[in-house]
């Protein structure tokens, strides 16, 4: 049977497998996740931005790059954009007045929002884990600060 003195090196290499295995790979997870909702929010404000101005503009011709994939863009030219396709999800594309794109993007950027902020509290829990972990790692070791 193992006595306490050896039974310390065995609980510091479980400590440090669930920190540096679990606890900041989901961190990172996580952290990957609340910057691609950040990111999709950026895009529908970009959008509501383009509706907006375009409201304001009128009906006229809208000039716009169009990416044809891979980074390659061509000029594009809409000769009536009264009508916009905006992407609901899932590759879908829905079309939409600029009144009802407003609204929906308005909708989405909340919903989207109340995510991120599930993360970022998912993120300060995985954290506090990290902390805890790490002060027991201390304790274990017979570190001081």
């Not at 990957?32 to 009906?59: A, H, P």
């Not at 011709?61 to 905006?86: H, M, R, T, W």
């Not at 989405?108 to 972990?133: G, N, P």
């Amino acid at each position: 049977m193992a006595t306490r003195s050896e039974a310390i090196p065995e609980k510091v290499l479980k400590y440090e497998a669930l920190l540096n295995e679990t606890l900041r790979g989901d961190l990172l997870k996580l952290t990957k996740l609340r910057d691609k909702c950040y990111e999709e929010i950026s895009q529908y404000l970009q959008l509501q931005i383009i509706i907006e101005r375009r409201e304001v503009d009128g009906t006229k011709p809208l000039k716009a790059q169009v990416d044809l994939g891979c980074d390659f863009y061509a000029q594009a030219i809409v000769e009536d954009p009264s009508k916009i396709f905006v992407c609901v999800g899932y590759g879908f594309y829905v079309e939409f007045t600029d009144k009802e794109a407003l609204a929906f993007i308005k909708k989405k950027t909340e919903r989207i929002t109340a995510t991120a902020e599930k993360l970022t509290i998912e993120m300060a829990s995985v954290r506090a884990q990290i902390r805890l972990v790490l002060e027991g790692l201390k304790e274990l070791q017979g570190l001081s600060e």
